[in-house]
Structure formats: structure tokens, C-alpha cells
């Protein structure tokens, strides 16, 4: 209870520090806003220069690109500021979070919240919203639960991703490059069907990192379709499992890293 | 209160050996430092850039993890036991703020409250008293990155102070301060230490900080203690004596001499003597000279402790391997 009130104060005081600089503050929020609607811009360019990629037609490719925008802005508000970390690290500023009597990642994810990305996350669920409409869906009690969940489960995923990513900053402090590879690389990996990559790059992405469980095989079985690459229907259900399992690996991979730190001189 | 065993830190740096090879090397930043440090001492600990004070100070605060040796702060493992040692301790990183960048100083001062815990009544009156001896009041409103250094210091003293904790940490509280606000930031630490419930750990440049404010000095070099107590057992260890300086109304006799005393220099027609005090007060060799020569002006320099910690660094760098 203690905790949770400590946490509320850090989210107030961040919530303060970005709105005294109110114009800044709108400003972002429109443009970060604009940035995701580019993503699925994108998606549309692509489907519009072909019928059908990979053998999915626009509609339903847009179900997958829901999940993965929904998902990657709700593991990016979440945690996704943990990227900062790289700057508390190559500073010793993290000298700081660590004297206070929280958790480090709870402060930091909270010292740095991204209020300005809160918009995103009405696009990324409106885009799901006209994958439904344009999909004939058979709702099934399953398959709502389903809807409802993909989505958490793919900010669980992203949040995981992310947070494995930032701590590569405590043993390489200029990791910036390799992390983006795999949140963003990751997102848009998961934002079309992964029919249309081929060879080790879709083994080692999709089922060896597991970006193919986010998405694509949600996306297959709230569409009905059986999966071209021959994954069973039940595949599609399993990626709470995958989400958990990385929020797993990246709490494992966060502790090591933290004892790593070697903050700096002063 | 605090004990160090045999305490170590090691980093491995990469040597650059060749135009792309590098070779690993390990090296010691802190290297065996022993100390034992009981309830309401007051602590300075200095040494030489990249002596190990900081890493220390991280190793006591939880911040860093220790390669080898044994540590424990109010009874608690700094690093498995970190967010329980943070209630008890208030840590003033020169260098790093606990302050929030973009908010008035007072919002930081009711935010840390919340992340303490503290219960209101116990807040209110802590902060009350650091307002009236910091002065804080005329910038209590301010947002913080607007803060002067000054400023800004009295701040974090107050922030590492509001949770009451029971050890106090300071890594170099005085740098790049003006002289009034080193005074200022002075006299609130002693007055701290005079009430005797807070242990105090302070790592410093500056060594007036130490003068005045701890009873216990502890120098560090190379990573390992090479002095450990009062300034003036540091002054008998290393032959800093006091001086005692008189301008004289008459020449000073030939073949004068005060026992426990050395004459030091004659100078301006012997109307200027320089005695060194071995081992005796200064009123005896006044007493003296009183009869051999009238006194028109006294004075009596103390040792510069400045001159004995420089001596004491070159030292240890020569005789290190």
C-alpha cells in the first residue's frame, strides 16, 4: 500500500515536470501521435501497390497490424522509457534511483512516463476497431476473450523487449542501435503477416524470438484461417504464454544487469 | 554502526596492447579497506582523484556490489538489502540531484515524503528545521533547475534529511560552492553531528570541511586506508608542528633559547624570530622571550593539514609498487 502511494508521487511529480512546459507538452503528443498513424500508413502503401501479401488480403492484414500497433504502444507507454536508462548509466545518474527505497524499474518507468504517447494508444485500438468491421469475424466466446487479451498480451511481450533491450546499456553503454533493432525492428516485424518474410530471418524473428506469436498467429485465429505455415489452430491462443515467458526471461535479465552497474567516476 | 571487512572493489578495464587488440586487466578501486565506524561519529574520509572514496561510499549506499570483503550499514547488506537500507539512510551525491529538475523545491521536499513514507507530523517538523537553518525560504518556490549551486545544495541536504535517516552520506557536499554557502553548509553539518544521532560520512577536497567538522579523519590511497584517526595523531605521525611568530621592540639576544622549542629563522635584524613548538605551549616560549626582548606582535600558526595530506599522497604514490 506504502509503495503503491510512493509510486502515485513519482507518476504526479512526472506528470508535473512535463505539463510546466505546456506547448512542448502538446505538441508532442500530437506528433507522437502522427508518427504511429505513419506505421499503419504504411501497411495500407503496401496493400494498395498489391491485392493480396502473403497471401492475405488488406483486411485481414490490418487485424495483425492492430495487435502489434495496440500492443507496441501499450508495452511503450508502459515501460518503454526504460531506453532511458542508457542516459542514468553513461551519467552514474542512476546512483540516484538506486539510494531511494523503491524498485529501480518502477522508478525509472515512472520518472520518465511518456504521458506525450498517450495517444497512440486510441490509434492503435481504433485500427483494430476497423479490422473488425471489415472482417466477416465468427465471434465466438473464445475468440472475444481472445480480442481482448492478444492485444495486453502483445504489450507484455513489447514491455519485455524493451526492458531486455535497455539492459544491454550496463554492460555496452552505446547500445542504442542493437535494442531499436528489436523494439522497433520487432514492431514492424509484427505488423504484417509473416508469410511475407522467408528463410532463417522468419525462424529465427518469429518463432525463435517468438514475434510471430504476438500477432500473426492471434490475428489467424480470430480470422478463422488456418496457419499457411502449418502451426495447429491452437497456436493462436498461446500467446499469453509466449508473454509471459519473456516478461520472465527480462526479469532475469534486468536483475543481472542492475548488479553489473558500475556507475562512474564523480 | 557501519563495519568494512577487507572491503574490495575491482573493475576490469580493457588496455588498449596494439592498434586493435586489447588486452583485459583488473583493477582495484577499492582494495581491502577495513573501518568500523560507531553511532553519531562524524567521519571524514579523503584521499587523491580516483583514491576509491566514491566507490566506497557506492558500496556503503547499495549502489554498487562489492567483489569480495564484508560490509553491513545499520546492520543491513547494503545490496540485497538495499530498498530497507534506503529508510535508514540519507545519501548527498555532489554531483548527482535526488531533486526533481522541473519542479519548485517544496514539491520535491512533499514528493520524497511519499517515496519515504514519512508520516506528515515528523515531515513538517524536519522540514521546519532545515528551513530556519539553511534559510531556505526565499527559494522554496523556485523551480529547481532555476536554483543557484548554493541553492540547490541546501536543497539536497534537506531532501537526504526528511526521512530522519540514522547515517548520512556526503560525496563532496562542498565542491564548486562559494564561500558563504560553504560556511552555511558547514555549520548546518555540525550543528547535525553536535546532536549526536546521526552518523556522518563525508568525502571531500576540501580539507576546511574536515577541520571543522570531523573528530575522525580516515585517508585513503590506491584504494586502501594509509591513515586512520584524529588530525592532530595525523599531525604527530607525519611532524607538522605549530609555529609561533614575534616582531620584537629590541634585537633578540644571542644565544637564546626556550627548551621544547627550536629557532627557526631570524629575520629584520633579529627584530623577527620564528620559533617551531616541539613539544611545549606556546605561553612558555612567550613567557621566555618576554624577558629576553620586548614583544611588540604575536602570532601563532597552526599546521596546515593542507601541506600534510599533500606529503602524505606523494608518499604513498612512491611507495606504491
Known amino acids: ?266 | 554502526m557501519i563495519q568494512m571487512k577487507e572491503l574490495r572493489k575491482d573493475f576490469s578495464v580493457r588496455v588498449k596492447a596494439g592498434r586493435l587488440r586489447r588486452v583485459k586487466r583488473t583493477v582495484s578501486a577499492v582494495d581491502g579497506v577495513s573501518l568500523d565506524i560507531g553511532t553519531g561519529e562524524m567521519v571524514g574520509y579523503i584521499g587523491p582523484n580516483g583514491a576509491g572514496k566514491s566507490t566506497t561510499l557506492k558500496m556503503l549506499t547499495g549502489v554498487l556490489s562489492p567483489s569480495g570483503g564484508e560490509v553491513s550499514v545499520c546492520g543491513l547488506a547494503p545490496v540485497p538489502q538495499r530498498t530497507r537500507l534506503a529508510l535508514s539512510i540519507g545519501v548527498v551525491f555532489g554531483q548527482r540531484s535526488q531533486l526533481w529538475w522541473d519542479l519548485p523545491l517544496a514539491e520535491s521536499f512533499r514528493l520524497l515524503r511519499h517515496i519515504y513514507r514519512v508520516p506528515a507530523a515528523d515531515h513538517a517538523a524536519r522540514l521546519r528545521r532545515c528551513r530556519e537553518l539553511l534559510d531556505l525560504d526565499a527559494f522554496l518556490d523556485t523551480p529547481v533547475r532555476q536554483l543557484s549551486l548554493g541553492q540547490r545544495m541546501r536543497g539536497e541536504l534537506t531532501a537526504a534529511l526528511l526521512h530522519g535517516p540514522r547515517v548520512l552520506f556526503l560525496d563532496e557536499p562542498t565542491i564548486g560552492l562559494d564561500v558563504v554557502s560553504k560556511q552555511a553548509v558547514r555549520s548546518f553539518l555540525g550543528e547535525l553531528g553536535r546532536s549526536g544521532d546521526v552518523t556522518l560520512v563525508l568525502t571531500t577536497h576540501d580539507l576546511a570541511d574536515i577541520e571543522r567538522l570531523c573528530r575522525r579523519l580516515v585517508v585513503i590511497d590506491h584504494g586502501r586506508v594509509v591513515h586512520d584517526g584524529t588530525i592532530e595523531q595525523l599531525h604527530s605521525r607525519y611532524g607538522s608542528r605549530r609555529r609561533l611568530i614575534a616582531d620584537l621592540d629590541a634585537p633578540l639576544p644571542d644565544g637564546f633559547e626556550v627548551p621544547g622549542a627550536t629557532v627557526a629563522a631570524v629575520e629584520a635584524d633579529r627584530h623577527r624570530v620564528t620559533f617551531v613548538l616541539d613539544d611545549v605551549p606556546a605561553g612558555a616560549v612567550v613567557a621566555s622571550l618576554v624577558n629576553a626582548a620586548p614583544i611588540r606582535d604575536l602570532s601563532l600558526v597552526e599546521p596546515d593539514i593542507e601541506d600534510v595530506v599533500a606529503r602524505l599522497y606523494t608518499a604513498s604514490v612512491s611507495g606504491a609498487p
Open chain 1, 1 to 266: 500500500m506504502g509503495d503503491l502511494r510512493a509510486y502515485a508521487a513519482l507518476l504526479g511529480g512526472q506528470f508535473r515536470s512535463v505539463t510546466s512546459y505546456r506547448a512542448s507538452f502538446v505538441v508532442e503528443l500530437f506528433s507522437s501521435a502522427g508518427a504511429t498513424a505513419l506505421d499503419v500508413v504504411t501497411v495500407v502503401v503496401l496493400f494498395g501497390a498489391a491485392v493480396e501479401v502473403g497471401g492475405f488480403t488488406l483486411a485481414e492484414a490490418l487485424m495483425m497490424t492492430g495487435i502489434a500497433a495496440s500492443g507496441f504502444v501499450l508495452g511503450d507507454l508502459a515501460v518503454g522509457s526504460v531506453e532511458r536508462i542508457k542516459l542514468y548509466v553513461r551519467t552514474g545518474m542512476l546512483d540516484a534511483v538506486l539510494v531511494r527505497p523503491l524498485g529501480v524499474l518502477p522508478q525509472l518507468v515512472l520518472m520518465d512516463f511518456p504521458l506525450r504517447k498517450a495517444l497512440r494508444l486510441v490509434f492503435g485500438t481504433s485500427v483494430i476497431g476497423v479490422a473488425i468491421a471489415l472482417n466477416d469475424v465468427d465471434w465466438t466466446p473464445a475468440r472475444v476473450l481472445l480480442m481482448v487479451v492478444a492485444p495486453i498480451a502483445a504489450g507484455v511481450y513489447f514491455g519485455a523487449i524493451f526492458v531486455i533491450s535497455a539492459t544491454l546499456s550496463f554492460w555496452w553503454v552505446e547500445s542504442g542501435e542493437i535494442g531499436n533493432g528489436f523494439t522497433y525492428g520487432g514492431r514492424d516485424f509484427t505488423s504484417y503477416p509473416i508469410t511475407v518474410y522467408s528463410g532463417w530471418f522468419r525462424g529465427l524473428f518469429a518463432y525463435g524470438l517468438g514475434f510471430g506469436f504476438v500477432a500473426y498467429q492471434p490475428g489467424l485465429a480470430l480470422l478463422g484461417r488456418p496457419d499457411p505455415l502449418g502451426l495447429p489452430g491452437w497456436a493462436g491462443y498461446s500467446s499469453p504464454l509466449v508473454a509471459l515467458l519473456a516478461a520472465g526471461i527480462a526479469a532475469v535479465v534486468w536483475r543481472v544487469g542492475v548488479r553489473h552497474y558500475r556507475s562512474t567516476g564523480s
